[in-house]
């Protein structure tokens, strides 16, 4: 028997936006793109796994869930699995591989039990965050390039009225309707009486209303580097913030100076779509002449192989890879190798 749950959680996402709009007309031009945006992530025309994502998540078995922990380091599903649910459930997941962001685990320790071991320590990263942000609680956030959706969770985990996760990835898209399967009314308001309070748009920034201006709070992570226009990138996301919001930004970084930025000449880590590495002072400078202000750094951390890593559930090339064999301070390109800060900067 198939489950409903992609339907359901798009349906959810609708009436979310709709509740905005009567209050805030800006979201009606979110609500016009909405069908398209949905329909578009599942052509097959447009994504040749697209069925068999769909068929995977659609095929998922419903478990009787004890609890779900948003709020733990590995997403949490406490459930029963029988030998035949987790064999299944085990199959399907495995099959919108490779799984980049997380950890995950679907089940409890007296049974069977699915644990998810993601390529990214991404609660690590999240534990480097969430320190400084302003108490998301009652907020409502976005989530650009949220991949996986794990730290949109981990945002609803930490409170907020309502996340909204943007990505445009395909494969993205199902795992997170896969663990949405799982995770059920457990994110939902009131006592898993409301509406969800975590959705996904499988769409890039750039094709969100411009100066929507409906998010307390804009978290733009591992995306900057990628983007050949920086400022571009960070006024749409001043865009989507209300006045006085707070932007958490985290990207590559290098050692330098206020005019010190990198350019890979054509790879870096064996990525080809790296554009620009700043100094922690030349992001500064760029953030503030983006009309940000209040703009601080509250972390920089150089990545490691305990961080980023294959696993079995993602069994490619990873970090270890794309490092000088003889010497792991650069990449095989010669390039610095990867460093992340996190800068958190107000609208």
Known sequence: MLNDTIIHAER??????????????????WLKQLPTWLNDIKDKANYAHA?????????????????????????????????SEYKQATALLKQLMPWRKGPFQIGNDEG???????????????????PYLSPLKGRRVLDVGGGSGYHGW????????TVIIIDPSCLFYHQFMAIR????????DAHGKGRYRTH??????EALPENSQLFDTVFSM???????????????????????????????????????????????????????LPSVAALIGWLEKAGFSEVRCVDVAVTSTDEQRKTEWMTYHSLADFLDSNDPTKTIEGYPAPMRATLIAKK
Do not use: C
């Open 12 to 29: 959810e996402l609708y009436l979310t936006l709709l509740a905005w709009a009567q209050q805030q007309p800006n979201a009606y031009e």
């Open 51 to 83: 069925p068999g994502y769909q068929a995977s998540v659609a095929r998922l078995p419903n478990l009787i869930v004890d609890n779900v922990q948003l709020d733990n380091d590995t997403l949490t599903i406490n459930a029963t699995l029988t030998d």
């Open 112 to 130: 069977n039990s699915i644990f998810i071991d993601t390529e990214w320590h991404s609660d690590w990263k999240w534990q480097r965050v969430a």
């Open 154 to 161: 981990r945002m609803a985990g930490a409170g907020a009225d």
């Open 181 to 188: 399967h799982f995770v059920g009314r457990a994110d939902a």
């Open 200 to 205: 996904y748009i499988p769409v890039p920034l």
């Open 222 to 276: 591992g995306v900057l580097y990628h983007r050949q226009s920086p400022f571009e990138h960070l006024q749409k996301l001043k865009g989507q913030l209300v006045k006085g919001g707070e932007l958490v930004l985290e990207t590559l970084v290098i050692d330098g100076g206020a005019n010190t930025v990198l350019v890979p000449h054509d790879r870096y880590a064996q990525m080809n779509n790296v554009y620009f």
